[in-house]
């Protein structure tokens, strides 16, 4: 069963690199973003998990808890940390957590069509496509999801500016143009006439009846 927008994240117990973690007490208040690889010593997930640790600071500022998933052993994450720091000159201070089950990778429906579970031999391409994001809110359901392939490493900037546009438009009736950045404008929510929209955001830009720019909100 496919893991939706507005679903509840689901929740899981498992080890990490930070401890024994059960994932919606974990959350608290904040925001996470869960992000999973396939495997551990592979060299586009080295990159990726190198890109989060750059970014840690970024995520703090915005409330937002994150999260590793790779299918090997909390044993394995520790050495492979190390590997992480020295390409990203950054350490790797966020939980990856132990699917070497797979449990947490079928919960949210992180594998591919065709995914099999094989022996101690398996390889990054038997489980390929767990190379999964998920925005989660407070509240525990899911915000926002990106797949990608194996050939294709995850742009964490991209990542970043969706994140802050889930936060910008969370519970406001207004959503983000393509290409939003933070501090740009944003488009009003049709459930808003226009005088309800100006008494709320102001002066209107309107472009066509049903596409109508305001200034971002504080």
């Not at 099999?116 to 767990?130: E, K, S």
């Not at 392939?149 to 802050?164: H, T």
């Amino acid at each position: 069963m496919s893991v939706r927008i507005n679903d509840i994240a689901p929740d899981f117990t498992a080890d990490s690199t930070a401890g024994k973690i059960s994932f919606h007490d974990w959350i608290g208040d904040s925001y996470a973003i869960i992000f999973s690889h396939p495997r551990d010593f592979t060299p586009v997930c080295t990159t990726e998990f190198g890109a989060v640790a750059q970014l840690a600071g970024e995520f703090a500022k915005r409330n937002t808890k994150v999260m590793g998933v790779s299918v090997d052993s909390v044993e394995e994450h520790v050495k492979w940390k190390n590997d992480i720091a020295a390409v990203a000159g950054a350490p790797a201070d966020f939980p990856i957590i132990d699917d070497t089950s797979l449990a947490v990778s079928k919960a949210f429906d992180m594998l591919p069509a065709d995914y099999y579970l094989p022996g101690a031999d398996r390889t990054p391409a038997n489980t390929a496509t767990v190379r999964a994001v998920y925005i989660i809110g407070p509240d525990k359901k899911i915000r926002l999801t990106m797949t990608y392939p194996m050939s294709v490493g995850r742009n964490f900037a991209e990542i970043l500016r969706a994140l802050d546009a889930v936060q910008a438009t969370d519970g406001a009736p207004i959503a983000t143009p393509a290409n939003w950045l933070p501090g740009e404008d944003v488009i009003v929510a049709l459930s808003l006439d226009d005088k309800a929209a100006e008494d709320k955001f102001g002066k209107l830009d309107v472009k066509l009846p049903y596409l109508r720019y305001a200034k971002a909100p504080k």
